[in-house]
């Protein structure tokens, strides 16, 4: 069974960084696109970031010069290094890796900015 885990999430002052790691196993990582998510309460899961198979990246506008997504294949493991974080950015973060109709989604990870 496919399993992503996601980690490096916890409390924060704003300002500070964080660094989200997904690490995926039981799957060809290589041949999947990845993406961080995340949900707010009360909020719709919503894109924060993706990087395909040939390291495109794509942003949400609100984490745009602050987020950097980056993977390793060689760690089966996908990176969110989040940094000058705000109060806002506080939800549960999610990895999802994803080809065609085929996806797959971790458990999440909480992060916490306090203002």
């Known amino acids: 069974q496919v399993q992503l885990v996601e980690s490096g999430g916890g409390l924060v002052q704003a300002g500070g960084s964080l660094r989200l790691s997904c690490a995926a196993s039981r799957i060809l990582f290589s041949i999947y696109d990845m993406g961080w998510y995340r949900q707010a309460p009360g909020k719709q899961r919503e894109l924060v970031a993706t990087i395909t198979t040939s390291v495109r990246t794509n942003y949400a506008d609100s984490v745009k010069g602050r987020f950097t997504i980056s993977r390793d294949n060689a760690k089966n493991t996908v990176y969110l290094q989040m940094n000058s974080l705000k109060p806002e950015d506080t939800a549960v973060y999610y990895c999802?890796?994803?080809?065609?109709?085929?996806?797959?989604w971790g458990q999440g990870t909480q992060v916490a900015v306090s203002s």
């Open positions: 999802k890796a994803y080809r065609g109709a085929t996806y797959y």
